[in-house]
């Protein structure tokens, strides 16, 4: 089997990265921002007695370069960080070619970094939410991701290591229930934060949050389909092996 170059996966996963942060830039512009502005123009309608701050930064520049940044950069960070666990995966977590391996990944990624600590820790727009304890929210998601990804790595571990017993299918189940299970007790013991205040319009809310899971759908799916395409041209016909990536192929 010949060895796969990290550096050339690496280098595809980012430029898939920079792909689908394009397309998700398009949606969060063309879906998000709307909600975005129509939540600041309420806090503002809120605030308007209190009396407002200099703007640092303009509002037209937040929705133009400072998204655009955010969404390009978070896309070729996670498209290389996704690149590197696809090379330690192929060939490892069963018979799957390259195509199958980075769409399994993108769905997986999806599902565990956004997901999951979406239901339990959901967006907010601007003028939901006490100032007090955006701190804590932050831990608390970002714990919530964490959490989410390590069970999910131990899920697939523990279920290579029960499919020679059970079967494949049997064992699937199996860490899929167990991973529901720890979820839902995080989800329980974890805990919650209901700040949405009663004036707010409920359709602004559910339209902001499902705005930005389109952006998050978006972008993990074509980083599926782009890296699956690039990856599929790189490794054939070393594909048909599904050789695992070896670090000695850097340099």
């Known amino acids: 089997m010949n ?11 980012m430029l898939a990265g920079l792909i689908a942060g394009a397309l998700a830039l398009v949606v969060a512009y063309f879906l998000g921002e709307s909600q975005v502005d129509a939540a600041i123009a309420l806090e503002e309608a809120h605030s308007h007695d209190h009396g407002g701050g200099e703007e640092l930064v303009s509002r037209t520049m937040q929705a133009t370069g400072g998204l655009a940044t955010g969404v390009l950069v978070f896309g070729v960070a996670v498209g290389g960080i996704a690149a590197l666990v696809f090379c ?3 060939g490892r977590i069963g018979d799957f070619g390259p195509r199958a391996t980075a769409a399994l990944i993108a769905g997986a990624a999806l599902l565990t ?8 820790y959901p967006a907010n727009p601007p003028a939901v939410g006490n100032p007090d304890t955006i701190g804590k929210r932050t831990t608390l998601f970002f714990l919530m991701v964490a959490l989410s990804v390590l069970l ?8 290579k290591r029960l499919a020679p017993r059970l079967g494949n299918w049997n064992a699937s189940i199996a860490v899929v229930a167990g991973f529901v299970l720890l979820i839902g007790l995080a989800y329980a013991f974890l805990p919650s934060f209901d700040e949405v205040g009663k004036d707010f319009p409920a ?19 074509t980083f599926g389909l782009v890296f699956g395409f690039l990856t599929e041209r790189l490794l054939t016909p070393a594909a048909r092996a599904a050789a695992p990536c070896t670090a000695s192929a850097v340099g």
Do not use: C, M
């Open 152 to 159: 999910a790595v131990a899920a697939v571990i523990i279920g």
């Open 88 to 90: 330690y995966a192929l």
């Open 203 to 221: 359709t602004l809310l559910w339209e902001f949050r499902l705005s930005t899971l389109a952006v998050q759908a978006t972008l993990w799916s």
């Open 113 to 120: 970094v956004y997901v999951v600590p979406f239901l339990k």
């Open 3 to 13: 060895p796969i170059s990290v550096r050339a996966l690496l280098v595809r996963g």
